[in-house]
Nanobody, 114 residues
């Protein structure tokens, strides 16, 4: 059973950047779709960005032009590059993959505050 571990979260000032990583314990090449979700306090978990095995990407309107999702199948890792961060980006970020069942990481906290 594949496990996912996120890293790269932290505290950053508005306008700053972070790069999140999601390392898998096994090959991710079989996962057609992988994604990043986030959940802010008191809010529902929402889709931030997704990427297919072919490299097709989709983004939530709120992050378009600021976030970039990518995957490195050779390194079994999913990434989320975030720039121009805003306070409203503050949330726990989760990586997600689906293949016969849903797989979730444990989450990494991103806090955008001055």
């Amino acid at each position: 059973q594949v496990q996912f571990v996120e890293s790269g979260g932290g505290l950053v000032q508005p306008g700053g950047s972070l790069r999140l990583s999601c390392a898998a314990s096994a090959s991710i090449s079989s996962f057609h779709t992988m994604a990043w979700f986030r959940q802010a306090p008191g809010k529902q978990r929402e889709l931030v960005a997704s990427i297919s095995s072919g490299g097709n990407t989709n983004y939530a309107d709120s992050v378009k032009g600021r976030f970039t999702i990518s995957r490195d199948n050779a390194k079994n890792t999913l990434y989320l590059q975030m720039i121009s961060l805003k306070p409203e980006d503050t949330a726990v970020y989760y990586c997600y993959a689906v293949m016969l069942r849903n797989y979730w990481g444990q989450g990494t906290q991103v806090t955008v505050s001055s």
